[in-house]
T-cell receptor, first 112, second 115 residues
Framework: GENVEQHPSTLSVQEGDSAVIKCTYSDSASNYFPWYKQELGKGSQLIIDIRSNVGEKKDQRIAVTLNKTAKHFSLHITETQPEDSAVYFCARLKAAGNKLTFGGGTRVLVKP | EAGVAQSPRYKIIEKRQSVAFWCNPISGHATLYWYQQILGQGPKLLIQFQNNGVVDDSQLPKDRFSAERLKGVDSTLKIQPAKLEDSAVYLC?????????????FGQGTRLTVV
């Protein structure tokens, strides 16, 4: 199928701790995996992405890992801050036709 | 560079009424997506255009939803007649879709409430 499963649906962490969100997919034709942050009044913003020829990518406190064999990819946020509180969505792009499918979202709450 | 523009931002209508949403993608972006995001869920693809042709509309409820992208630029999504379960945020996104340029940029969305 083309569904993307995302877990957990909610995540509460203490400020300074790490947050990890995991997504799994079943379509082996997927080659691009973006992560979006959705905040009220700000729309959806791309925060990091990874392509299928790379296993890991890092951007300051945010990293994404991809396991093509197991068909899962994860978002890691280190040293969380209150402004990281938002809903995060993973997605995968199917190369043929550029179809972009989203996971169900994870609501992250960072407690000060 | 201007982003993806959507209007209106909010719309409240009664069930069985009609409504239309408008999207202006980023200039030069070939791919345009319309998503429906129900509260607490991830965006669900309704229809995808490549230039002015439909690539995927398998999840579009065609008995009441329609969309067009004339001249391969702006797009409109229409619901006629609306049902209570159509209450959601309707997101438009666009992508250059050329080579490695596959990032999708999203508009702010239109929040529809059907009463």
């Amino acid at each position: 199928g083309e569904n993307v499963e995302q877990h957990p649906s909610t995540l509460s962490v203490q400020e300074g701790d790490s947050a990890v969100i995991k997504c799994t997919y079943s379509d082996s034709a997927s080659n691009y995996f973006p992560w979006y942050k959705q905040e009220l009044g700000k729309g959806s913003q791309l925060i990091i992405d990874i392509r299928s020829n790379v296993g890991e990518k890092k951007d300051q406190r945010i990293a994404v890992t991809l396991n093509k064999t197991a068909k899962h990819f994860s978002l890691h946020i280190t040293e969380t801050q209150p402004e990281d509180s938002a809903v995060y969505f993973c997605a995968r792009l199917k190369a043929a036709g550029n179809k972009l499918t989203f996971g169900g979202g994870t609501r992250v709450l960072v407690k000060p | 560079e201007a982003g993806v523009a959507q209007s209106p931002r909010y719309k409240i209508i009664e069930k069985r009424q009609s409504v239309a949403f408008w999207c202006n993608p980023i200039s030069g972006h070939a791919t345009l997506y319309w998503y429906q995001q129900i509260l607490g869920q991830g965006p669900k693809l309704l229809i995808q255009f490549q230039n002015n042709g439909v690539v995927d509309d398998s999840q579009l409820p065609k008995d009441r939803f329609s969309a067009e992208r004339l001249k391969g630029v702006d797009s409109t999504l229409k619901i006629q007649p609306a049902k209570l379960e159509d209450s959601a945020v309707y997101l438009c996104a666009s992508s250059l879709s050329r080579g490695a340029n596959t990032e999708a940029f999203f508009g702010q969305g239109t929040r529809l409430t059907v009463v």
